[in-house]
Each structure stands twice: as structure tokens, then as C-alpha cells.
């Protein structure tokens, strides 16, 4: 019993001097749980931890341990040929040493290098602790390796290639709602073009434009309005002259005392007519008598 207990003991020992040690870094990320809202006008918007922004944390959450951070983070750190990652250093993580004996199969190079890809993606995984705290918008990144440095380099790798990844989700989301919205509002101008030719060949049809692009009915109008005052400024001279020919008489036609606007070259020739005849009336007088019957 002694001797059983004493060999436990050792064997322990023994297990725990060949376990290497491991170091445990944490990064942490804030992240800003307002959704993308291109026409929002409210640059200062209140944000309140509500289900649908805890659950938008929640969705980042998933994008940083998703497949495309992990494999951007192997390849920037070289993960691929660090012994601790690709299954042949001692001491693997976890039950990754079952999965090599498993995938170890000499396909060639290129089936054992993706296979050395695939199991370093897997050891990343198994490395890291994603969690976020409570109802918050704090994300913490946890890495452990055998390595302190190392688990940090990766903790912070991993928020780094991650805002880099959701900054060009969300540049891509921009962009296609901006498409959309450009796209959209192309259709519209085209719609609004298309219906200001119709606009514009139902008038030319029916004669509503002119040359210049006047409407008719309106061109009319204005040549009435013109046509109607030179009518009423013809009949004002018109009334005008007659009220002026009703107020003449005999001596003022023969004084040449008429109004300007009835006198007239034929009423001139008038006048020196009955002056001859007035002339040859008295010089009859003069010869014949005044009671000569000629002059009655």
C-alpha cells in the first residue's frame, strides 16, 4: 500500500513535470453596437443595451472565432509552421495529437499541407476564450499558449484581423446599399425623363407648343389681349373724332378752324373751291345787282 501510494505519487509528479506550462493573455474590444444607417441624420444617437443590440454584439461575437478571422490570423502569425499549432511539438492542445494520427495520411505535399492548415486553424480554435460580459458591449479575447508573448501576439492579432474584417463587412454593406440607393434613384430620373417625352409628344401632337416651346393657348391669349386693346384705342379715336365733327360748323370749316384730327387735305381743297365761287358770287353781285335772278 505504501509502495502503491508512493508510485501514484511519483507517477504524478512525473506527469505534471512533462505538462507544459501554459500562459493565458486577454485583449479586450468595446464594440459600437449601433447598426449601419446610411440617412440616419442623428449623429449623436443614445445607445441603451436593449435585446437587439446585445444581440448585434452577439453577431460580432461570432464573426471574430469565425473561420475567415482564425485562417487571416494563421497566416499573419505564421501559425502553420509553429510546432505548438500544426501537431508536431510535444505537449499538443487537448486531444489535437488524436486528429493528426487521424489526418496523417501521405497524400502528398499539398494534401499534408492543407492538412497542417487545417490543423492549425483547429489549435487556434481550441486556444482561444471569446466571451462577452453580461449585458455589455466588452468582448473579451483570450489566448493560451505555452508561450506568454505568444498568447498575447494572438489575443491581440485576433481583435486586430477582426476589426479589420468587420470594417470591410460594414464598408461592404455601405456600398451596397449605396448601389441600391444609385440604382434607385437612377430608375427614378429615368421614369421621370420617359414621362416628361410623353408630356412633351402629347403636346407636339395636339399642337399645344410652338416653335419656341410656348404653349399655344397662351401665345393666343396674348395676341387677343394685343388685338383687343388696338381695338379699343381705335374706337376711343373714333368716338373721339365724332364727338369733335358733331360741334363744327359752316364758319369754322371756312375759318380752317377745325379740330386737328378731322381736318384733312380733302377738307383744304373744299374750302379753296368755295372760296373761288364765293369770289365769282360777289363780282356777279357787282355787275348784275344783288336782286338779278341769276343770284337769288
Known sequence: TISSAVASYFFGVAIALSTPKKYEATAELIVDPRDLKLTDRDLTQSVVASDATLAIVENQVRVLTSGTVLNKVVDKLNLVNDPEFNGQGSGGLGMMTLIRSMLSRNDGPAAGEGRRRALAVANLAESLSVERGGKTFVISV?????????????????????????????SDTAGRATNELTGRLDELRKGVEVAERKVEDFRAAHDLVDAQGHLISDDEMLKLNQQLAIARARTLELNARAASA???????VLSGTLPEEINSNAMSELRSQYATLKQEADRAAIRLGPRHP???
Open 294 to 296: 341769276e343770284l337769288q
Open 246 to 252: 358733331r360741334s363744327i360748323d359752316v364758319s369754322s
Open 142 to 170: 483570450s489566448a493560451t499558449t505555452q508561450n506568454g508573448e505568444k498568447s498575447a501576439l494572438i489575443a491581440n492579432t485576433m481583435t486586430d484581423v477582426f476589426l479589420q474584417t468587420f470594417g470591410q463587412i460594414q
